[in-house]
Antibody, heavy 117, light 110 residues
């Protein structure tokens, strides 16, 4: 069974940094693209970033480009999102998710990031 | 990267059918058949219900169906059941390895 477990969320001051992790199991992690998708409190889903299976290529939403960096460690079956220069509007539940042929398929349960002073 | 447009809410009685629309542009919904739909109950993670415009993953009831015409995709739920009450989101590949979601639709089963 596919399992994705996010961690690392919490309270961060505006301008600060935070690193999210996502532990994957139940599938061959190194064979799949992965995504981060976020959801602000009471709001809709927003795609954040994608990484290729070998980690050689990433893409980002304009809202986070230049501030967030997505990476992965296939030996550890773990996905990361490094969040720098965090803003209040980055407050959201962050989900990691698996990609299957350009479709976001399996989702984790999410980790909450709150950017506030 | 503007969000796809969905109605904020739809409703229907048990047994009825409802359709949720998802309008994008010729750069996303209109240009790719990578349109998917997700069901999200309150305080839970989204679940894939439809992919590639009209395909259903294993385990999703055939009461759920998807279609697309031009820049607009649609999700139809027939034979509404109380358990279908949730938020629904569409998503489309938008080129250059980016994706865009709709704003979400709250389905109320009366």
């Amino acid at each position: 069974e596919v399992q994705l477990v996010e961690s690392g969320g919490g309270l961060v001051q505006p301008g600060g940094s935070l690193r999210l992790s996502c532990a994957a199991s139940g599938f061959t992690f190194s064979s799949y693209w992965m995504h981060w998708v976020r959801q602000a409190p009471g709001k809709g889903l927003e795609w954040v970033s994608r990484i290729t299976s070998d980690g050689s290529s990433t893409s980002y939403a304009d809202s986070v480009k230049g501030r967030f960096t997505m990476s992965r460690d296939n030996a550890k079956n773990t996905l990361y999102l490094q969040m720098n220069s965090v803003r209040a509007e980055d407050t959201a539940v962050y989900y990691c998710a698996r990609d299957d042929r350009y479709t976001v398929t399996w989702w984790g349960q999410g980790t909450l990031v709150t950017a506030s002073s | 990267q503007s969000a796809l447009t969905q109605p904020r809410s739809v409703s229907g009685s048990p047994g009825q059918s409802v359709t949720i629309s998802c309008t994008g542009t010729s750069s996303d919904v209109g240009d790719y058949n990578y349109v998917s739909w997700y069901q999200q109950p309150p305080d839970k993670a989204p679940k894939l219900m439809i992919y590639d415009v009209s395909k259903r993953p294993s385990g999703v009831p055939d009461r759920f169906s998807g279609s697309k015409s031009g820049n607009t995709a649609s999700l139809t739920i027939s034979g509404l059941q109380a358990e279908d009450e949730a938020d629904y989101y569409c998503c489309s590949y938008a080129g250059s390895y980016t994706w865009v979601f709709g704003g979400g639709t709250k389905l109320t089963v009366l």
